[in-house]
């Protein structure tokens, strides 16, 4: 599990923002423009449904690159589980700014909430176990900070960030360097100090992995006998994460055999965005 620096963050969330604006704004916004400049109010927004809520760095930063008179209050706390109809935050200043601002800093919340939201509800299945939901590669291009982000406040765990701080050694890895202890070897070779994770499909591939020295061993859709007889004949000498055909229907059974991990594409991959809204109260 590799946490994000926090340098890392925030690059990003700069990043981030600031293409978001680009994108929405362009060469200004031309409704906008038709409200009195000197013009301020205060706008709150509302969630529709019960939702837990991640983003706030971004919506911070979107209003204050917009405009740094807008003014921001959270009435939540980041990773806070709300009911329906929670007023989350009030914005307050330029309505011409606030409301440039206004899409873009919620099409943010709205979906990293939304990935919080769903890695909440996956990570209350396992909750009596003491295995850990992992997210994936499987972000949304671009998107792969923010999401991972997300996970971390919905309750699960990030693995890999990329493909730069972690070695998962999968089934193409091992036909192209001919078997998995030879590519075992190389990386202990080329990168000694790096995690290391060795994909399987089958008992025995599991038993050569852990030969070779493999630290994490990932159980690629074993059946839940197999898994639990792998953990159970393996206990100690390696972690174990099982990966491929979970659903939230198995997720339960999955993480009863005892593995230490679980990783899901579907944390990240199949975002359902939070339903929120934003209105103009009154003149401040």
């Known amino acids: 599990m590799n946490p994000i620096p926090a340098a890392t963050l925030r690059q990003a969330v700069t990043r981030d923002v600031a293409a978001s604006i680009a994108e929405d704004e362009g060469s200004g916004d031309r409704t906008a423009a038709l409200i009195d400049p000197a013009r301020v109010v205060e706008a709150g927004v509302i969630v529709r ?31 806070e589980r709300v009911a329906a109809d929670s007023h989350l935050l009030t914005i307050t200043g330029p309505a011409r700014s606030l409301l440039t601002a206004e899409r873009i800093a919620l099409n943010w919340l709205q979906t990293l909430s939304g990935v919080a939201t769903r890695c909440r509800a996956y990570a209350d299945l396992i909750a009596h176990t003491g295995a ?12 792969r900070i923010a999401q991972k982000y997300a996970v971390g406040c919905g309750g699960c765990a990030n693995h890999r960030i990329g493909l730069y701080d972690g070695i998962l050694i999968k089934e193409n890895h091992i036909a192209s360097c001919g078997s998995i202890t030879t590519a075992v070897e190389r990386a202990r070779q080329t990168s000694p100090d790096v995690p290391l994770e ?12 852990i030969a070779a020295g493999a630290e994490r061993i ?40 005892g ?19 934003l209105r103009i109260r009154d003149e401040a």
């Open 49 to 79: 449904h019960e939702a837990v809520v991640a983003g706030r760095p971004w919506v911070d930063e979107c209003f204050r690159q917009v405009d740094p008179r807008l003014s921001v209050v959270w009435h939540c706390s980041e990773g």
């Open 218 to 257: 990932m159980l690629d859709e074993f059946p839940l006998e197999s898994m639990a007889r792998m953990v159970e004949r393996y206990r100690g000498q390696a972690r174990f994460e099982a990966s491929g055909g979970i659903t939230e229907a198995n997720l339960a059974a999955i993480a009863e055999t």
């Open 198 to 209: 060795v994909e399987t499909e089958t008992e025995a591939e599991v038993a050569e992995a």
């Open 132 to 143: 850990r939901l992992l997210d994936t590669r499987k972000t949304l291009p671009g998107l």
């Open 259 to 277: 593995v230490d991990f679980i990783s899901l594409g579907a944390l990240t991959k199949d975002v359902t965005a939070v339903d929120l809204s």
